[in-house]
């Protein structure tokens, strides 16, 4: 099962867990990733706070949301009269803004900003509280507090 790395760095990295070496590189789309299949070492690994076990659907929700946001740029440039924000655009804002961003610094940009992104169409708030409960499970969104 992939295992996603949250460690914020540069180049791979690499875990021993009981004489099995793992190492977490780029999978091409951002993502540090390894083929963990030891239950005991993924839940290892997940108790860290460190690593989760790796969601295609978000990367590729956030793909699709950049595409959508380089088109919209695009008709922008073409056609500057279209200069109001989508859905899209701000979508794509928002998994720029905290997708890529590790455990601890995603929880103090969402204490931060809890209101603007209560704000927020329903669609980027959504991927926000969905981050937020995977990395916190148990603990409430501040943005569910902030609405």
């Not at 109001?84 to 905290?98: H, K, N, V, Y």
Request: include cysteine.
């Amino acid at each position: 099962m992939l295992m996603e790395c949250l460690i914020d760095r540069e180049g791979p990295t690499e875990v021993n867990i009981a004489g099995f070496k793992y190492r977490f590189e780029d999978d091409g789309h951002g993502a540090r990733v390894a083929d963990v299949n030891s239950e005991e070492h993924r839940d290892h690994l997940i108790a860290s706070g460190f690593y989760r076990i790796f969601d295609e659907t978000v990367r590729r929700e956030v793909a699709a949301s950049k595409e959508k946001q380089e088109r919209r740029q695009e008709e922008t440039r073409d056609n500057p009269k279209s200069n109001t924000s989508s859905a899209a655009d701000i979508i794509g804002l928002a998994t720029r803004e905290f997708m890529p961003l590790t455990k601890d610094k995603f929880k103090e940009w969402m204490i931060e900003n809890a209101s603007k992104v209560a704000e927020m169409p329903v669609e980027a708030r959504n991927v926000a509280v969905a981050k937020w409960d995977r990395m916190f499970p148990g603990e409430r969104c501040p943005v569910t507090k902030a609405t």
